[in-house]
């Protein structure tokens, strides 16, 4: 019978960074995917590469920090692996800051954005808002996924696909594989990063809950109409690098519903247009929705459980496109039983009684 090291349960970002990691240290590395990688909230994310003291929660701030100073590298490494570019951009972003933020941005000494030289079509309906210039990066979530997939695959990692985990096997106390709906596998290490689902998989149930975002996208009249990202109140605009224009997002509890909405969908397109109104031509290309995986404190949870050789990698809400390097590296150091560079005790499943 075939065995693994680590079998990963889920095929997100965050599943694909970890085996990636894992396999670079000679880990034999198996994802189990309900779906197909990549699919999901990875599918679903804008990308916007976001470590901003004023948003970004305490706990988090030195994890969103140092991933965000990997990005250049482990983009890198995946479009040279798998062939494949990733789109990743660093334009910065212009920030319309809502009322609550507008004292603490001024200061924190963020420079504020001249929109005539940065981005003149801002300047009609903006010309009276305070805004500021962030130097952040942005990455096409797809392309990120579909790469690190294809380096997943040329690492040597295996992949049961369309295979939905339902319980992690435990024998004497001890995780040593997984149960599917299709077959079983085994491991002598398993990794819960399930994403929006983990919480449904037992021995531990995790607090995860599926948190819905609506977005659409639009064709920008030229692919470099808007040069950098967009964020305000009322909706952030991504622009990539093929002329597309993404616009979200919402944040909806709705349990496992993906479906959208057109009252939504109209909302977020009329924000766009009271944003830059030159986008009122625009065509609109699509609209979708995701599934990201929330916590009752919008930390994630990161590390050993209370069983051992049981891991968890998930509840990252809106920042697993950004936290995903960091994530790879720290959880393969847990796994490893090595002591990961960032402490992960605000992190630890065990800040939930029943997980």
């Not at 995986?293 to 049981?310: E, R």
């Amino acid at each position: 019978m075939k065995t693994w090291d680590v079998i990963i349960i889920g095929g997100g970002i965050i599943g694909l960074s970890l085996s990636i990691a894992l396999r670079k240290r000679g880990a034999t590395v198996l994802i189990v995917e309900r779906g197909e990688p990549g699919r999901e909230a990875s599918h679903a994310a804008g990308g916007m590469l976001v470590d901003c003291l004023l948003e970004t929660p305490a706990a988090l701030q030195p994890l969103a920090t140092a991933s965000a100073r990997m990005y250049p590298e482990f983009a890198h490494e995946l479009e040279i692996e798998s062939g494949m570019k990733v789109d990743l951009r660093d334009q910065g972003t212009i920030w319309f800051p809502s009322v609550e933020h507008l004292l603490q941005a001024q200061a924190s000494g963020s420079p504020p954005a001249t929109l005539a030289e940065l981005e003149l079509c801002l300047t009609g309906t903006n010309r009276d808002r305070p805004a500021f210039y962030l130097k952040e990066r942005s990455v096409d979530p797809r392309a990120l996924s579909r790469a690190a997939w294809q380096a997943a695959k040329h690492r040597g990692v295996d992949f049961s696909s369309g295979d939905e985990v339902t319980a992690v096997t435990i024998t004497d106390g001890r995780a040593v594989g997984v149960t599917t709906t299709k077959t079983a596998f085994h491991a002598a290490k398993i990794v819960n990063c399930a994403g929006a689902w983990s919480g449904q998989i037992g021995p531990h149930r995790l607090p995860t809950r599926p948190v819905k975002g609506q977005m659409l996208c639009l064709l920008m009249p030229s692919p470099t109409f808007l040069k950098h990202v967009i964020r305000a109140p009322e909706a952030y605009l991504i622009p990539r690098t093929d002329g597309r224009l993404l616009v979200g997002a919402t944040v909806e509890e709705a349990g496992f519903d993906k479906r959208t909405d057109i009252p939504t969908i109209q909302r977020l397109h009329r924000a766009a247009l009271g944003l830059v109104p030159e986008l009122r031509h625009a065509k609109i290309l699509e609209d979708w929705s995701g599934l990201r995986p929330g916590t009752p404190d919008a930390l994630p949870i990161l590390g050993a459980t209370a069983t051992p050789g049981y891991y968890v990698a998930t509840g990252h809400f809106r920042d697993g496109i950004l936290l995903a390097p960091i994530t790879a590296e720290i959880m393969t150091s847990v796994i490893e039983d090595r002591t990961p560079e960032h402490d992960l005790s605000p992190f630890s499943s065990s800040r939930f009684s029943d997980a």
